[in-house]
């Protein structure tokens, strides 16, 4: 069900909620979070469709800001907010509120963000190209639990990343980092078959993949041993070398969804390591909601592997 809604309130956008709700005889109960999407309206269709799909897992009220740009004669009409309310199977397993701001009442969104989140539940903020340069002192940041980056989408991803060093809060976090977990897994998971001390390591990628960045300051803030990052066609990371005095531990991915591990004095064996959507990615930062130690230390870690002085946000 669909509720579309031209120069509103919050007030009313929650009436129509409540509305939505009676009309399809579905109850507010069960949504465990407000998910609080901040995008342009390019990428507001992507954003939407993932964070659905998520909800699948954890279901969530999402309230999705696009702040619009005055291109067309309706959009000069003046300060509104129009809204686009959805509830039952247009909204996943929960409700979806779009917001779209025109003029300045796009600089208070927040204060029709606000009456809007769920009662006694968690917020979490993403952005999915555009961050702010520090997501906690961001108004909507300031209300999150969780706040959501992504370094992979914006034009220089190494300079993002060294913005969201300098900025760190804990609850911050970011898609680059999450991208990792299965490489992260694997690595422990082999270091644990082959307990041998590593020498050396190397991380191959595309170029100025962010995600290959934290996982080599990773390495060498874990391992204490330097990182040497190797350019290759990618896509996206595709091996991880490290050296040891009995041989090379391998995990080797070229392209496709499958991985080769090596391991000294083993035979080779194949794993699923496929690139993931960004609704998995999604919904694996919502399962946890707590500070990303892993992720500060990777994040704080210098290009050798030295934790870097940061000033928290």
Excluded: C
């Amino acid at each position: 069900m669909k509720i579309d809604l031209t120069d509103t309130t919050a007030s009313k956008i929650n009436k129509a909620l409540v509305d939505g709700r009676r009309a399809i005889g579905t109850p507010a109960v069960g949504m465990v979070l407000t998910m609080v999407i901040v995008t342009d309206e390019e990428n507001a269709y992507d954003a939407t469709r993932a964070a659905q799909e998520a909800s699948r897992e954890h279901p969530s009220r999402t309230l999705v800001v696009i702040k619009r740009t005055a291109r067309s004669p309706r959009d000069r009409q003046g300060n509104r907010l129009d809204a686009e309310v959805r509830v039952g199977t247009d909204a996943g397993t929960g409700e979806t509120v779009i917001l779209r701001f025109y003029g300045e009442v796009g600089r208070h969104a927040d204060s029709v963000v606000l009456p809007l989140l769920l009662p006694d539940a968690p917020v979490v903020v993403w952005w999915p190209v555009d961050a702010p340069e520090v997501p906690a002192k961001d108004p909507l940041g300031a209300l999150a639990a969780r706040r959501i980056t992504d370094t992979y989408a914006v034009e220089d991803p190494l300079a993002a990343l060294a913005q969201r060093v300098t900025s760190y809060a804990p609850g911050d976090t970011d898609l680059a980092w999450t991208r990792l977990t299965p490489w992260r897994s694997m690595l422990a998971a082999a270091l644990d078959q082959a307990p041998v001390d590593v020498t050396s390591a190397a991380v191959e990628s595309e170029a100025e993949n962010p995600s290959a960045e934290l996982l080599a300051r990773w390495l060498g803030a874990r391992l204490d041993v330097p990182v040497e990052r190797v350019t290759t066609a990618g896509p996206v990371v595709t091996a991880v070398r490290l050296g040891t005095a009995r041989g090379e531990i391998v995990i080797d991915r070229p392209e496709g969804p499958l991985a080769t591990l090596t391991l000294p004095g083993q035979p080779e064996r194949t794993l699923a390591l496929k690139v993931r959507s960004t609704a998995e990615l999604i919904a694996e930062e919502l399962r946890r909601l707590d500070a990303d130690e892993m992720y500060a230390l990777a994040l704080q870690a210098g290009p050798d592997g030295a934790k870097e002085s940061v000033q928290h946000a």
